[in-house]
T-cell receptor, first 113, second 111 residues
């Protein structure tokens, strides 16, 4: 079965540094998402992306966050200046469009120190 | 806002027993989905039920949806040790496709 691939699986960064989390969605999918899960808490929606633009974003997704689909295959989440509270598991997801079935990646665990 | 709340928070059963998890939400939905998450891993889609459906089956999984009570249940029959994981419900709204996740149920199946 096709997979959503996320890299790296674990990233440790210094507070204030920029990080880029990478995702390769399933090739024929049209809708792309980022979610995050702080340890022990709910999975939270960050942003949805369709037709090369953000279609919806949450309050969490402030000016420190940005997304990009630079080359038609990768989908990236950038955090410009990381804070300790950005430490979480970040999940990328995609869906084909005709259904609401999402495929999630295995996540990137971001640790900000 | 939609919020999925699940109960129980944790459930321990023996292999072969059935496991039932419940989910409640607050606003109108387009569909409700159940996901499984093994410890520290990604989310695996299990089953989706649309707002106009009342029951759905997939293998050992049975999902019910009661939109009048804004609740859903997931039944796993004849559980196996490999079913040990956290299970989350997630709702998708009428005018949005973002998923709102519940708090999850941690299921432990003892061999």
């Amino acid at each position: 079965e096709p997979e959503v691939t996320q890299t790296p699986s674990h990233q440790v960064t210094q507070m204030g540094q920029e990080v880029i989390l990478r995702c390769v969605p399933i090739s024929n999918h049209l809708y792309f998402y980022w979610y995050r899960q702080i340890l022990g808490q709910k999975v939270e929606f960050l942003v949805s992306f369709y037709n090369n633009e953000i279609s919806e974003k949450s309050e969490i997704f402030d000016d420190q966050f940005s997304v990009e689909r630079p080359d038609g295959s990768n989908f990236t989440l950038k955090i410009r200046s990381t804070k300790l509270e950005d430490s979480a598991m970040y999940f990328c997801a995609s869906r084909i469009g005709q259904t609401f079935r999402y495929t999630f990646g295995s996540g990137t665990r971001l640790t900000v120190v | 806002s939609q919020q999925g709340e699940e109960d129980p928070q944790a459930l321990s059963i023996q292999e072969g027993e059935n496991a039932t998890m419940n989910c409640s939400y607050k606003t109108s939905i387009n569909n409700l989905q159940w996901y499984r998450q093994n410890s520290g891993r990604g989310l695996v889609h299990l089953i989706l039920i649309r707002s106009n459906e009342r029951e759905k089956h997939s293998g050992r999984l049975r999902v019910t949806l009661d939109t009048s009570k804004k609740s859903s249940s997931l039944l796993i029959t004849a559980s196996r040790a490999a079913d040990t994981a956290s299970y989350f419900c997630a709702t998708s709204g009428v005018n949005t496709d973002k998923l709102i996740f519940g708090t999850g149920t941690r299921l432990q199946v003892f061999p």
